[in-house]
Each structure stands twice: as C-alpha cells, then as structure tokens.
C-alpha cells in the first residue's frame, strides 16, 4: 500500500512540474508570436518585437555565465557579511535617491488610500470615503497602517501631506531591500552557490530593486514581502521548530492576504504539497500527533489575527462600513469576463455591482452576468479572449507602469537641474529615455519567463525539493487566477521574486544540459 501511494506522489508531483512548465512555454509563446497581430488592452510599443528582446537577453545571460575564472575571483570577497551590508545600504541609498527625485501623486485607488488615511490621522472622519472601503475592505489594513504613520509624523511635528507620502515611499524601499535578501538567502540555501544567489539579487535589483513602482505606494509594493517571506519560513521549517513556523506562516498569510488577497496563493501551494508529502503509515501515533498540533496551530493563529483585525485595525479607522456593500469573488469573476474591456477593470461592472444593495442578489446577478459573457463568447471566442488576457498580464516587463487612472495627477517640481529631469526622462512614460528603460525591462521579463519554463531540466532536483515545489503550484495558482478574474500586469509584481527564484534555478539546469550535450 505504501509503496502504491509513493508511486502516486511521485507521478503527482512530475505532472506538476510537466504542467507549471507547458503552461510557462504557453505564455512565452502567446507572447512572442501574438502582439503585433493583436489588439488588448494596456498594450505597449517598443524598441523591438519581443523575439529580438528575448534573444538578446539570453545572449546576455550566455555571456554572463561563461568567464568562470572571472566570477569566481569577482564573487569570492563578496561573502563577507560586511560586504553584504554595504551592497544593502548602497542599494538603499540608491533606490532613495531614484525615488526623491521622480517622485509624483497620482490619482487612483492610491489616492483614495492616501487621502483618506491622512484625514484619519488628522481626526476628520467626516470625510472617510465609507463606500470605497465597504466596497474594497481589503484596504483596510493598509490604511491602518497609513494612518498611524501619518499620526506617528503628526506627533514629530511632520504634518505635511507630501513629506508623509515620502516617509511610506522610503518604507517601501525598506520592503524592498529586505525581499533580496530574502531571496538572496533562499537561493544560496537552495542552490549552495553564491554565484547563482549572486545573480538572482542582481536581476532582482535591476528588475525590482530599481523599479518606480517604490514611488506608488499602494498593495503591490507595500505585499512584495510577503510571498517570498511565508516561503522562506516554509523552507525553515523543520521537525524542531514547526509549530513556530506554522504560526508564522498562518500570520504572514492572514495579513499578507489583507494586503495582496494574491498572497494566499503560496500558503495554498503549501497545504497541496505538505498534503501530497504526508505520511501514510498510520501505525505512527507520534506523526499523527504532530499533524493535530499544526492544524490546531494553524485554527489557533488564525482565530488571533482575526480577532486583532476585527477589534483593533478596523476600528482604528474610524470608518462606517456597510457589510453588504463589499464586492465579492463572483464580482470580480464577472470584470474578468467583460470582453469589451479585456478583462481589465471596468468601472461599468462597478456600478453594476453597486446598484444591488444585497449580497446575496448581488452575487446572483455576477453570476448571471458572467454565464452570459461565457456564453456570448463561445469556444473559440473565449479562447481569442483568454489569449489577449494573457497578453495583458505578461506582455509588459513594466507590470502596466503608467496605465492606472490619472496616473501623474500631480508632478512636482524637478529636484536639481541634471539628476532629476534624466531620471524622469527615463521613468515618465512621456520621457525621451521611456521606450528605452521599459524595452531593457522587457527584456530582463521575457528572458524570466524562458527560463521558467526550463525548470524541466531541474525536474530530478525540484521534484526532491518541496521549497521548490511549493513556488511553482503558488505560481500555476496565480495564472488560473489573473486568467480567470480581472486583468492587470501589475497584479504579477508581488511574485516576481518567485518567477525570478525560479528562473535562475531553471537557467543552471539548462547551462547544464547544453553543457553535456557539447562536451
């Protein structure tokens, strides 16, 4: 029997992989061949078509990797831990640098966070924008959050709108360089080569490190932390500290999901495979004891966050909500499904699902309007669409940089006379350098996605590693889920350093079989 079931979770965990790998070479392919031929929503130009870019990226990767002698010196003093503080604060002081100099507001669901945090802080409750959260209420967390910062610079004497927004924006870049080294760590633990690790922080740093998005502050880089940490604690995890480390993750999971609901999706990708790896010899009264105290672990944290939420963050916004107001899943499946915007948002859809008072009839009619869509589209037509849906959340390395909203409402003035118009130059999708930056991080994004779909040749190694596992069932969640609900590239941002994770792991298994087969 237990041999049965072994040969059943070897074959589970192979198709896992086969399919993470189909559906990354799917997507490369849609992205590679389709763009020119095809209009979609948040569709970007640039220098060359993507086939060229991701050439020259591979190009690129090939040349990095050949001068072995040369890393190895290169990367040999950089293991000192002094070394690496100094890389942190010098990417710090950078990213601080990029950020105040082309800083701007702009005018979205981001200033409705702002706005309304601030007059939290400053006690004007009159002019809470009750409906917006009621509708979203998986803001609230994050304008909690807002909110005493800006009471915390209240009582330092900072009272200014602007220098508030500065102060979350230097949080962000906090959040930030803590994602590399998190990322940093994992795949030096992983792969045991600081060379690989090395590389993975380098295309982290050039690709999100170095990324305007810091400037939004908002749920994509305020949860950037939160997947590839709860991964992490995953790959902590042993016999010793396990019910620390569910806990952690249940908390990590629970506010994360409060923040970013797309951070869930590695938590889920944990239970799929804590439950594919369980052991079935029930004669093993011990496991079978250990199991029960990690469930009543996971039932006990989550019953305290939520009870923290209900009696402290909610109420320290001082907001009047209306429980029946809040969209819910069938809403969002419904946006997802209007062809005639993409799936992208679509504020028709939310005056549709504001018009209906209750709930429950409100999650009628999304439904019913969603099975009219399907129908209307038929087969072919939902396949066409799901297509250009694709194109929407994976053609474009600037994660739809620019296309929310007003996006630059208010533009300050230029900070100095040369730093501060060349970086805007290069970051403002009016600039003169834009098609240049945003063609280079297409580049670095479309070579990502390759190498992806490489981790076939990693397969003997990722099927024996459940960290591995575990990022890629996380990723096939958060495709089904931007396939099938509302589109947005910039939805993506929060997993990039897992794409990253495993695009590095994919590209040394791949230099590996080139090298066999040329030797």
């Known amino acids: 029997m237990l041999q049965i079931i072994s040969i059943v979770r070897n074959f589970i965990k192979n198709r896992i992989i086969e399919m993470y790998v189909l559906i990354s070479l799917c997507i490369l392919l849609i992205v590679v061949i389709k763009p020119f031929s095809t209009d979609y929503f948040c569709k970007n130009i640039y220098l060359l078509p993507n086939f060229p870019l991701l050439i020259i990226g591979l190009v690129t990767v090939f040349i990095l990797l050949v001068g072995k002698k040369v890393r190895v010196n290169v990367f040999q003093g950089i293991k000192q831990s002094s070394c690496l503080l100094k890389f942190i604060f010098g990417i710090l002081f950078i990213q601080g640098v990029i950020c105040y100099n082309i800083q701007f507001l702009t005018n979205w669901d ?33 304008l909690s959050i807002f909110s005493l910062i800006y009471k915390f610079l209240n009582l330092i004497g900072i009272d200014s709108f602007v220098k508030g927004v500065r102060f979350l924006v230097l949080v962000q870049c906090i959040l930030s360089v803590g994602t590399l080294c998190l990322l940093y760590r994992l795949v030096l633990d992983i792969t045991k080569s600081y060379f690989i690790a090395f590389l993975n922080g380098g295309i982290y740093f050039v690709f999100i490190g170095l990324s305007p998005w810091l400037v939004i502050t908002y749920t994509d880089s305020m949860g950037l932390i939160f997947p590839i940490l709860i991964l992490f604690a995953y790959h902590k ?58 469930i009543c672990t996971c039932i006990f944290a989550i019953v305290l966050c939520n009870f923290i939420y209900s009696s402290y963050v909610v109420p320290s916004t001082h907001l009047k909500l209306n429980r029946d ?10 946006l997802g499904h209007d062809y005639t915007r993409g799936g992208v948002y679509s504020g ?29 589209l038929g087969f072919a037509g ?91 069932v996380s990723i096939i969640g ?19 350093p897992i794409y990253i994770l495993l695009a590095t792991i994919g590209c040394k298994y791949f230099i590996k079989r080139l090298a066999y087969l040329f030797k």
């Open 110 to 142: 981001v200033d409705a966070l702002l706005n309304n945090a601030k007059w939290i802080a400053d006690g004007k409750y009159d002019n809470l924008n009750n409906l917006y959260f009621s509708n979203y209420p998986n803001n609230i967390l994050l």
């Open 237 to 294: 995890c042993n016999d010793k500290n396990v019910l620390m480390s569910t806990f952690v993750i249940c908390l990590l999971t629970y506010f994360g999901y409060k923040i970013k609901p797309q951070v869930a999706f590695v938590s889920i990708a944990i239970i799929v495979i804590e439950t594919l790896f369980l052991n079935f010899n029930f004669q093993m009264s011990n496991y079978l004891n250990k199991q029960i105290k990690v």
């Open 325 to 334: 107001a809040e969209f819910g899943v069938a809403h969002y499946l419904m």
């Open 348 to 376: 028709r859809d939310v005056q549709f699902s504001r018009e209906i008072p209750n709930r429950e009839l409100r999650t009628k009619e999304n439904i019913r309007v969603f099975c009219e869509r399907v129908k209307f």
């Open 382 to 472: 939902l396949t066409e669409f799901y297509i250009k849906k694709t194109l929407t959340n994976f053609n474009d390395g600037t994660f739809a940089w620019g296309h929310e909203g007003n996006f630059y409402s208010t533009i300050f003035k230029n900070k100095n006379e040369h730093l501060s118009p060349f970086l805007r130059n290069i970051f403002y999708n009016n600039g003169k350098y834009f098609i240049y930056w945003s063609s280079f991080m297409q580049m670095i994004w479309l070579t990502i996605l390759f190498f992806n779909g490489c981790i076939i040749f990693a397969k003997e190694f990722a099927e024996k590693n459940k960290t591995l596992l575990v990022a890629i």
């Open 478 to 496: 958060l495709i089904i889920f931007e396939t099938l609900f509302e589109a947005r590239a910039r939805y993506l941002y929060t997993y990039v």
